[in-house]
């Protein structure tokens, strides 16, 4: 299980103090999790094709509904690594078949998401942080998550290294306003799984 702080914990556990940066590209193999990836190629039954399903309506002990914006980004999130990726993203509407299923929580017990590995699936959670509204902050954790359950994992284990943020890869706590998949988590992902 992936379970992390809140930006504003990073901030105090950090000292305030600026990410260092190493002057070197991050490489692509220190964020991947070969077992992870092992897993979600079992869940999916080998054949490349990874079902997802989005609680969007809040089904579940302490899970809220989604916003269209928010189904929507997921959505989009799950093309855009049917594009980058050799994996085949196909949206299914029971969670009980998924191969990852996404949930919005209201709490994570003083996390910001949370990837969990069950027995026939991942389970990735983001709390909610604007009803509604989809808050950047909220996209990165979405995407952080998702990352983790196609078997990445955080820059040489650690999501507080300070010689890499979001902008080197969302699989980073350091989180600078980057929502978006860098080339190193891209290389990664298709190192992983193919192109």
Request: net charge positive.
């Amino acid at each position: 299980m992936d379970a992390w702080k809140s930006a504003e914990g990073w901030r105090q556990h950090s000292g305030g103090a600026a990410v260092r940066r190493s002057g070197k590209g991050l490489d692509p193999a220190a964020i991947t999790s070969k077992g992870w990836a092992r897993s979600l190629w079992s869940f999916s039954g080998g054949d490349g094709i990874v079902e997802y399903a989005i609680n969007d309506r809040g089904r579940g002990r302490g899970n809220l509904p989604m916003s269209r914006t928010e189904q929507d980004f997921i959505h989009r999130t799950f093309e855009l690594l049917d594009r980058l990726t050799g994996l085949a993203f196909k949206p299914v509407s029971s969670p009980s078949g998924a191969d990852i299923r996404v949930y919005c929580a209201g709490k994570l017990g003083g996390s910001e998401g949370v990837a969990c590995k069950r027995k026939n699936s991942f389970d990735v959670y983001w709390k909610d942080k604007r009803g509604w509204d989809l808050t950047a902050f909220e996209k990165y954790v979405i995407r952080h998550e998702i990352g983790h359950a196609l078997g990445l994992d955080h820059p040489y284990g650690s999501g507080g290294n300070r010689r890499y943020d979001t902008k080197d890869t969302v699989m980073s706590y350091n989180w600078v306003g980057n929502t978006t998949f860098t080339p190193t988590y891209i290389q990664a992902l298709q190192g992983l799984w193919g192109a």
